[in-house]
């Protein structure tokens, strides 16, 4: 049973336009949200994380969005670029216990 | 800061033979080291927890006897994947944190390839 869910595999975005990335996840105890960037053939990346108590956290080009009715969380890059392309991950936890990961969805943005 | 490395980044190896799989934390002392597998397409799944110089916690379903880890120092721990089968092949990634699982620093991954 997937804790957390990406449901789109892929995405496809012009260059100065908006990406925007959706995470579903089912346990409501989870409080903490990350968000993971990922190369081929490299580690992921830590981009950017929300606690459960707030539903917006910006860092730049990038903000999280949190719906905890909803149970959804959303990663908006804009404006996006050609180097944002890469693989990302939604993670959750719960009290500090072990990350649980999406399977990812795959950006492509194009120039 | 806060770099970590794995060794080697790529092995091939035969049925039935052991690897060892390395991932050391390079400008930092990590009291936390986790392992983490990934098959294409799909989440990273998390192996084990390890703490220094204390026996590593193992994920339900992971054999703990087939996936040996050790982590003796705090900036050095390593995954042995013996008797390794085909079904092993997979891509490992491990994970340091100093204080908090919230901050884990990712190591650049492993391919394992079994013949």
């Known amino acids: 049973d997937q804790q957390v869910k990406q449901n789109s595999p892929s995405l496809s975005v012009q260059e100065g336009r908006i990406s925007i990335l959706n995470c579903d996840y089912t346990?409501?105890?989870?409080?903490?949200f990350l968000w993971y960037k990922k190369y081929p053939a490299e580690g992921p990346t830590f981009l950017i994380s929300i606690s459960s108590i707030k539903d917006k956290n910006e860092d730049g080009r990038f903000t999280v969005f949190l719906n905890k009715s909803a149970k959804h969380l959303s990663l908006h890059i804009v404006p996006s670029q050609p180097g944002d392309s890469a693989v990302y991950f939604c993670a959750a936890t719960q009290a500090g216990t072990a990350l649980i990961f999406g399977k990812g969805t795959t950006l492509s943005v194009s120039s | 800061g806060a770099v970590v490395s794995q060794h080697p980044s790529w092995v091939i190896c035969k049925s039935g033979t052991s690897v060892k799989i390395e991932c050391r934390s390079l400008d930092f002392q990590a009291t936390t080291m986790f392992w983490y597998r990934q098959f294409p397409k799909q989440s990273l799944m998390l192996m084990a927890t390890s703490n220094e110089g204390s026996k590593a916690t193992y994920e339900q379903g992971v054999e703990k006897d087939k996936f040996l880890i050790n982590h003796a120092s705090l900036t050095l721990s390593t995954l042995t994947v013996t008797s390794a089968h085909p079904e092993d092949s997979s891509f490992y990634i491990c994970s340091a944190s100093v204080s908090s699982l919230y901050e884990q620093y990712f190591g650049p991954g492993t391919r394992l390839t079994v013949t």
């Open positions: 346990n409501s105890m989870f409080d903490y």
